[in-house]
Structures are given as C-alpha cells and as structure tokens.
C-alpha cells in the first residue's frame, strides 16, 4: 500500500491560484500512474486528472481543462496540481491517487487504488 500525504490547500479567491502536492511513500513512486480526485460537499468524488508514470500522457476532466496542470517529479516522489482561474465550483477536499496498473486503472480509481487523506481547497467569490 502507498502512503500518500497530500499539502497546499486553503482559501483563494475566485481568480486566484494554488499548487497541490502529493508526496508518495513508495519506492516504485516512478512505475505508478498518480491522479487527483475531488469531493465537493453533498456530492460524490470527481476525478479531476490523471498523470502516467513517466509523465508522458496526462488526462484532465472537462471542467478544468485549460485551468488545471499535473505534473510530476519522481526523483521527489511527488505528484503536483497547479490550478489557475480557479472558480467557486472548484471548492472540494482533493484527494491523491495511486495505481500501478496504468493510467486507466487510476482513472477509475478501482480497489487496487491508494488514497491520501486529502487537503481543503476554498474559493471565495
């Protein structure tokens, strides 16, 4: 199992700007395909992007498209969401994911998924 610590949440405002982390504790940090979840209150979590294990094919959600960046850097084990133009919609606990079986099975974040607990992300209007 992955351990997944995830940071950089808060409060923006609507226009604003925040980068998400996510540390990962495995040492196969470089063979897993990484991705962002959100849930915003009353609602079910959302897959918001996905990246590959070398960084080469990355997927986005309609809704942040153009707005959202994932990146990685798996000499620091770390996977990283840069959010621009961010809107009131937005606002959600925003989770990390970790799969081993490819960018497909992180997408789906199915049974053989790790979890972090998650960080806040606000934006006011």
């Known amino acids: 199992q992955v351990q997944l610590v995830e940071s950089g949440g808060g409060l923006v405002q609507a226009g604003g700007s925040l980068r998400l982390s996510c540390a990962a504790s495995?040492?196969?940090?470089?063979?897993?395909?990484m991705a962002w979840f959100r849930q915003a209150p009353g609602k079910e979590r959302e897959f918001v992007a996905a990246i590959s294990w070398s960084g080469g094919s990355t997927q986005y959600a309609d809704s942040v498209k153009g707005r959202f960046t994932v990146s990685r850097d798996n000499a620091r084990h770390t996977v990283y969401l840069q959010m621009n133009s961010l809107k009131p919609e937005d606002t959600a606990v925003y989770y990390c994911?970790?799969?081993?079986?490819?960018?497909?099975?992180?997408?789906?974040?199915?049974?053989?998924?790790?979890w972090g607990q998650g960080t806040q992300v606000i934006v006011s209007s």
């Open positions: 495995a040492r196969t940090f470089s063979s897993l395909s």
């Open positions: 994911a970790a799969n081993g079986r490819g960018i497909r099975a992180v997408v789906a974040g199915g049974s053989l998924t790790s």
